[in-house]
């Protein structure tokens, strides 16, 4: 059965229903109202993030707090109201290990320890590694340098995220194959091993780790990532020193582990009307494993739970079949979304749309469409509704990483994206900063808020 | 002479002097990039806020730091080319002395320290101060209550912002009459001090402080706000212990002083085309004594100043002249704002518009206009140059305390209030967590570029 004229149909012709059973501006206004209401008089989201952050802690794939996470969302959703279930999944598993030194010294005797983390992927230094240090401005300078320079040494690339950029996901894309790609682009012209400036903007004491991926047929070689600050100190000093030999040595005993069973949790409210048609909305459970995974992604799970328990507690009944989805292992492989998406076609599922939140827990500005034009068409018309709630991007753009895969399945299907704020986002992530203590309590709330009243209005399309 | 229509004339008739030069879209576009990439990729605007605040720190009226505050600033402005000059004016000077203590105790034997601060303005206790305490949920309940039901006692008003308000400000707005009025209403009814719940939304453990006045022939009382989160545990004592008499002892040895000499530092960059009309933009230099001034009004004077250093580095020439205000004495008794609009009128000068930055050093959301009609169509008009910065207020709104006395001099005088995000700032308002590491650095950067573009698009109308 080929669903995908069948969705296309259903998400654009669903307004004669409405004609049925009319839903008036001023309906919908006090339906939000009282959404926003609850959210920031009566809210759960803080402490259940709390609970999410301090009492379960970091989670990452194949983790023993991944399993309580999992349990405990189950759980939880539960206790609002859900219908729930557990999808297994198979999902890699790497560890960091206990060990893990970063030291730069040069032949004049000076010498500086960096702050650094294993990319996540990363082979371990099996003991101790050491070598010539040679810096490159940009993955771009890497590529373009003969390997006889390369050959033995540690490679560091000290490129920076671009400023200049508004949005700071655009300034994030644009540094996101350094991470992904140094080691192997390294590795190809003979480098030992490779080290990163860390994909933030601000200068700190924080690194940010990240998933890696080793091309094949190259040889693995350790890969870590250096905070900003060190980054910077170390660019200087062999900018000031230029006659000096440079030396890295490095420890890391991080390795991966064969595939472990995990599992998407899943939650429903079965629509009254049209129940064979779903909304999927989601975040992702895992996170990296340093930090709480506050803000990635434990506001946008929190986020999604808090909505559907809103939209339980006014009394709300769907017309479509809610179902929230707690993604498992979007950090490092995104097995759970890819799981998910192949299960639903195999099930012949019908899907409406899909929304998803994986941008930190920030003050809210709007929604992004990957969708047809019509259906950025409907997004744009929502503007008004949201206008007294500060929300203003209504736009074209991007769904996410979870609720990606389902664009393979259903090609017609509108992913929506939940978009906060973004400037202070790549101060936490992917680090030891992503705390609960660096998530507002008000710009949680009315994230979830905006999150309810988004899926109330496209259920009443 | 009346200088009134003339300003009106010339806030709306300035397009035809643009039809002269014109000055087309992509050109402001252009201006508009290279202000946004000055500040973001070499700003100066964090590391002056820093020095502002770790450096000099809380600055009060009257206070030793406010006058290390006034001669840094016109330093600093000189620094950056501008024509700098203090204006004295006259300031009450208000001291919070050493001892600062609230404790609540029942007949059953409870004791608790309650985490307060001293209003400003108010007087001290003399010694310890002790009474019954008597709790109201609002202002209103007092003033509705029978006076024999007070007096003797320290009344406690437990009235909270209201958190179902977006806008946190129009919360605060709410709340605003308790804080000033609160210890007057008390006193008529014979009691003997007053405390508050502090004006904050979070339940945290940070007092806020902040103005508050003496009625005419009305006994002075001592007037203090205790933590939100102590104001909480108090009421539920006494809602769970009925039968307890419950007692309040504190003591604070706050005093006024004498009026002090204080200054308003000015610093301009004369306009090339009609360097008498005036463009003042500012902030306010004084905080309240407790942490370090850094939102309020700090970020606000360094949005400002950066404004002005970034339009001098790309080289801009204004029209008008531009003249930049760092307002002393906002926090108790705008004798800085007052002042100014009484000296510029009796210099006859002509005042074209006026923009203030006082509500937090924020991710930027857009600009209000005090102003006519046609004042507010223009400032809507230039929604489309700041699209893609992500600022989408331009509406009828608030100016600013400081610039607000300019409108009884020119009542036709556009007035300006920059608007960045309001969710964090009550957090921190008037509270020892107003510090600098409670600023990021882009959204203080943003805040700048979204000013120093405001400025030019004003100057180019």
Chains 1, 2 share one sequence.
Not at 277 to 282: E, H, K, L, R
Not at 413 to 426: A, C, E, K, M
Not at 447 to 453: K, M, N, P, Q, W
């Amino acid at each position: 059965m080929n669903l995908i004229p069948l969705i296309f149909f259903t998400f654009f012709c669903t307004s004669s229903h409405s004609q049925k059973e009319p839903v008036h501006s001023s309906n919908e206004a006090s339906i939000i109202r009282s959404i926003y209401t609850k959210a920031l008089t009566e809210g759960n989201a803080y402490e259940d993030l709390r609970f999410l952050c301090k009492e379960i802690g970091a989670r990452i794939t194949g983790s023993t707090e991944a399993q309580m996470a999992i349990e405990w969302s189950n759980k939880k959703m539960q206790s609002y109201g859900l219908e729930t279930s557990l999808h297994e999944i198979q999902v890699p598993h790497w560890e960091r290990g206990t060990k893990e030194v970063f030291y730069f010294k040069s032949s004049n005797g000076t010498h500086m320890k960096l702050r650094g983390l294993a990319l996540g992927g990363s082979v371990g230094t099996n003991g101790m590694l050491r070598g010539d240090l040679i810096e490159f401005e940009s993955l771009e300078a890497l590529k373009s340098a003969k390997p006889s320079l390369v050959k033995g040494k540690i490679v560091f690339i000290n490129q920076a995220m671009d400023a200049k950029q508004i949005q700071t996901f655009k300034a994030y894309g644009g540094c996101y194959p350094l991470r992904g790609n140094s080691a192997s682009v390294a590795a190809e012209k003979g480098a030992v091993g490779t080290l990163i400036r860390s994909l933030g903007l601000a200068s700190d004491p924080h690194p940010h780790t990240g998933s890696m991926y080793y091309a094949e047929n190259i040889d693995k070689i350790p890969a870590a990532a250096i905070c900003t600050a060190d980054a910077d100190q170390l660019h200087d000093f062999i900018v000031n020193n230029p006659k000096q030999d440079v030396e890295l040595v490095m420890e890391m005993d991080c390795r991966s582990f064969p595939d472990a069973t995990s599992y998407n949790v899943l939650g429903e409210i079965r629509g009254s009307d049209s129940p064979s048609q779903i909304i999927t909305v989601g975040g992702h459970l895992d996170s990296w494993d340093t930090g709480e995974g506050a803000h990635d992604d434990g506001a946008g799970v929190i986020h999604c739970l808090e909505a559907f328990r809103i939209l339980k507690t006014i009394g709300y009944k769907p017309k479509h079949t809610l179902r929230l989805v707690f993604f498992m292992n979007e950090e490092n492989g995104n097995k759970g979304g890819k799981t998910y998406a192949k299960w639903v076609k195999e099930n012949e599922e019908n899907h409406f749309a899909a929304i998803e939140s994986d941008r930190g827990g920030f003050a809210p500005r709007g929604f992004t469409c990957d969708g047809s034009e019509e259906q950025v068409e409907w997004l744009a018309s929502l503007a008004p509704f949201f206008k007294d709630y500060d929300l203003h991007i209504f736009e074209k753009g991007y769904g996410g990483v979870d609720i990606g895969p389902l664009k393979e399945s259903y090609p017609n299907i509108p992913l929506f994206g939940f978009v906060p704020d973004s400037q202070r986002y790549f101060d936490m992530h992917h680090s030891p900063n992503d705390v609960f203590e660096n998530v507002n309590k008000r710009e949680l709330e009315l994230g979830a808020a905006a999150i309810a009243s988004f899926i109330y209005l496209l259920d009443q399309k």
